[in-house]
Nanobody
Framework: QVQVTESGGELVQAGESLILSCAASGNGRPMAWFRQSPGKEREFVAVVGPTGRQKYYAEFAEGRFTVSRDHARNEIFLQMLNLKPEDTALYSC?????????????????WGPGTQVTVSS
């Protein structure tokens, strides 16, 4: 019965910025962001701990992306700066981490349908 919903994806030009949001219902606990483009496997982007203090990023996201948490609203966010065409993908939110392997899709119990980010040159 857990529902996970992402929002904020848009068509933007290279160099612009976006903020993605993710909310979960009931016992859902949003934790991480992944992305996937046609012909490629889903890849880890960023994760934020339960308190909002611990954060880990994929190599390509370090320095440009920032993940954060609003504990009271049970939401997480992904701020993306200086977007590049290679950032184009469907960005999905993962909830309820079951182990310590936060960068593996198999470690999460629930997923949202994703929000599309398209960056034009």
């Amino acid at each position: 019965q857990v529902q996970v919903t992402e929002s904020g994806g848009e068509l933007v030009q290279a160099g612009e910025s976006l903020i993605l949001s993710c909310a979960a219902s009931g016992n859902g606990r949003p934790m991480a962001w992944f992305r996937q483009s046609p012909g490629k496997e889903r890849e880890f982007v960023a994760v934020v701990g339960p308190t909002g203090r611990q954060k880990y990023y994929a190599e390509f996201a370090e320095g440009r992306f920032t993940v954060s948490r609003d504990h009271a609203r049970n939401e997480i966010f992904l701020q993306m700066l200086n977007l590049k065409p290679e950032d184009t993908a469907l960005y999905s939110c993962a909830a309820n981490l079951r182990n310590q392997e936060y960068n593996r899709p198999e470690s999460y119990d629930f997923w949202g349908p994703g929000t599309q980010v398209t960056v034009s040159s």
